[in-house]
């Protein structure tokens, strides 16, 4: 296989990914949390790093950036719409166009919600999406920025890539979140099955991510916002979807 992609916890429980082209020996890095796991990781492997693509402001997204130009120099990348809060960026990019690394074209989303701002990535190529704070393992970002109708939005559009597409997303939050979801919809039996084999990987400290858009339309509350049993169970059957989401969010957030 030509490309290679690394899950690399970092912080206290963040991720950022590395991406591998082995045909043209070129690395690129989503997200740079903290230097040190990044560069222990290029060093064993022997790779440089070309460009770093940045999802959104926050400093446990970018903070490591510093360190990692000064190792290496690589081309950063972030949204236009962003970049008087971004690292200085050598390549300003914009949501419904292409995004090249390598061989590889990523579709730029445009996701606001968690900021305004935030992009997030897909390849179909190889089946991935870089979706950073927006959609994450059983759950979504916090919104710290957009709105719940937002965030709804952001989440449709991802909602409607193909099933087999596997979520990188930026933390390890799985466990809380699948809590969570079993609160709301207790008598979900893939939800159920799903925290088992999750609760398995996190204890054996391996990572959640990546899920799949197949296991998220299953068991992600926050995509579900538009289902009718949910809303049933949520004695919310006459409601819109966009007021779901916002109530599911709001109980996220105390829970």
């Avoid at 930026?170 to 039996?189: M, Q, R, T, V, W």
């Amino acid at each position: 296989m030509n490309t290679e992609i690394l899950t690399i916890p970092c912080l206290q429980d963040n991720y950022a990914f590395i991406i591998h082209n082995h045909k043209l020996n070129e690395t690129f890095l989503i997200d740079a949390p903290e230097s040190h796991p990044i560069i222990d990781i290029l060093e064993k492997k022997n790779w440089g790093l070309e460009k770093i693509v940045l999802t959104h402001h926050h400093s446990d997204h970018v903070m490591g950036v510093s360190d990692l130009v000064k190792k290496y120099d690589p081309s950063i990348i972030g949204a236009d719409a962003d970049k008087h809060r971004l690292p200085i960026l050598g390549e300003m990019i914009n949501a419904n166009t292409i995004l090249t690394l390598g061989d590889l074209k990523f579709e730029i989303i445009d996701v606001p919600g968690h900021t305004i701002g935030h992009l997030a990535f897909y390849c179909e190529e190889i089946s991935a999406l870089f979706s950073g704070d927006s959609l994450m393992a059983f759950g979504c970002g916090r919104l710290f920025e957009g709105t719940p109708a937002m965030m709804w939005n952001s989440l449709s559009k991802l909602k409607k890539l193909p099933l087999d597409t596997k979520v990188y997303s930026g933390h390890e939050y799985a466990i809380k979140n699948l809590e969570f979801a079993l609160s709301i919809d207790k008598d979900n039996e893939v939800l159920q099955n799903k925290y088992i084999s999750v609760k398995n990987l996190v204890g054996k400290s391996l990572p959640s991510v990546p899920s799949t858009i197949k296991d998220e339309l299953e068991t992600n509350p926050f995509l579900r916002a538009n289902n009718f049993e949910l809303k049933k169970i949520m004695n919310m059957e006459n409601e819109s979807d966009e007021n779901v989401f916002a109530e599911l969010r709001k109980k996220r957030d105390i829970f």
